[in-house]
């Protein structure tokens, strides 16, 4: 039986070229870690910082309070009402006809509700939330939240409404509201006005 004679220095110089082999891989390695590391932290840094602010903030438009206009006497020509709006985001609903004809098993939604919905659908190119029944009672609020998970899109707003006790009659004075149609957001554009606007739909 033959017997293989072993080189001890040759088993050493083959150890130390393994050594050296696997300590440049680790070395490179390092490098690389080090390399990535430099960049995201460095060259990077605002990039990612500005992705983490937005995770972290959300800027949510606020509709500003108008006040109370009185006259005189005291007598109020114009205030707010307090109500809850069920608003539809048409981008996220789906087939409208059928989500408004299940909601009309749980709120009262009339033929002119659907009608002024329409209107105000077209007027937005369906780009913004609108509003399918204003002045919800507390019992439709209780059964719309029963069923929310049935109706990606839709939410429940609480708004502030302009009332005008007196009607018409001293709008030629006060002024009034209307919602923002596509002339009115075409002049907002224009005269770099949109961000004034941003959380409302309504101009006056």
Known sequence: MRQTLRD?????????LRLKVLSGLIVVLCLLLLARLVWLQVFSHGYYHTLA?????????????????LDRS?????????????????????????????????????PSDRKLFRKMLDETHGLSPVPIRNRLTELEIARFSVNRYRFPGV????????????????SH?????GRINEADQDRLDDQDLTDQYRGTNHIG
């Open 53 to 69: 602010e937005a995770n972290r903030i959300s800027i949510v438009p606020i509709v500003p309070n108008r006040g109370l206009i």
């Open 8 to 16: 001890p220095q040759q088993e050493r110089w083959q150890f130390q």
């Open 155 to 170: 939410e429940i707003q609480a708004r502030l409404i302009r009332n005008y006790p007196l009607g018409t009659g001293a």
């Open 173 to 177: 004075l006060i002024g009034y509201i």
């Open 74 to 110: 005291g007598i109020v020509l114009a205030e707010n009402n307090s109500t809850y709006t069920l608003e539809i985001n048409p981008a996220r609903s789906g087939d409208l006809e059928t989500v408004i004809n299940q909601l009309a098993t749980l709120v009262t939604i009339t």
